[in-house]
């Protein structure tokens, strides 16, 4: 009987110390193992902050343009901040402000002027990591982006992959500006913590 506790005791302790120290199975999407992450996982692991930084780069002009307009009001034209003008953007996340530097991944998603006061936006769209440690996880943003502050912060609601519940802030930072094209570089500092 008591061999029987001990051993017992062994073995919830090695599966303590596995589930401490292996990388999360966070590849895998089916329910059963979504489930295992939540009961098993996760309760063991300890929240860790990342830190990530890298640079959006939005082209509205090009032949292939990144971001699109796809729906305004009729009094968009006449409003002083395009208020209702809407975009559904797919921009390059590189790792340095040059636009021909690697590619770590996407901003995909929607913005749209979203005060008739202020140049403020309301952004929704997923940072989808193509390459590096984060490559096949996703990050979900969803603020209020009042693009003439110098530093704003966009919430980080959720992710998946590594980022599955995530939460954070982005810090960014408008790098440069081509007022002609309205062409754009921005200063992603990511700051997230999970599991
Ligand atoms: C917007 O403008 C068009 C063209 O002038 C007009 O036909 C339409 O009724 C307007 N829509 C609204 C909601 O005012």
């Not at 343009?65 to 034209?77: C, D, K, M």
């Not at 690697?102 to 952004?123: C, P």
Request: proline fraction near 6%; charge should be neutral; aromatic fraction near 12%.
């Amino acid at each position: 009987m008591m061999k029987i506790r001990i051993a017992l005791l062994l073995l919830c302790f090695c599966m303590v110390a596995m589930a401490m120290t292996s990388p999360l199975p966070d590849d895998d999407q089916s329910p059963e193992a979504v489930e295992r992450w939540f009961r098993y996982v996760r309760p063991f692991a300890k929240p860790k902050l990342t830190k990530l930084k890298f640079y959006y780069h939005e082209n509205r002009v090009a032949a292939t343009p990144t971001a699109v307009e796809v729906a305004r009001a009729n009094l968009t034209a006449t409003s002083r901040t395009g208020f209702g003008s809407t975009y559904v953007i797919d921009d390059p996340l590189t790792v340095s402000p040059d636009p021909n530097s690697q590619v770590i991944g996407r901003a995909q998603g929607i913005y749209a002027s979203a005060s008739q006061e202020d140049f403020a936006f309301i952004l929704q769209f997923n940072v989808v990591f193509t390459a590096g440690e984060f490559k096949g996880s996703t990050l979900s943003v969803m603020a209020r982006d009042p693009i003439t502050n110098t530093y704003r912060e966009p919430s980080i609601v959720g992710g998946s992959g590594a980022f599955r519940l995530a939460r954070g802030v982005i810090s960014t930072h408008t790098y440069s500006l081509d007022p002609a094209t309205l062409n754009v570089v921005v200063e992603y500092n990511v700051f997230v913590e999970h599991y």
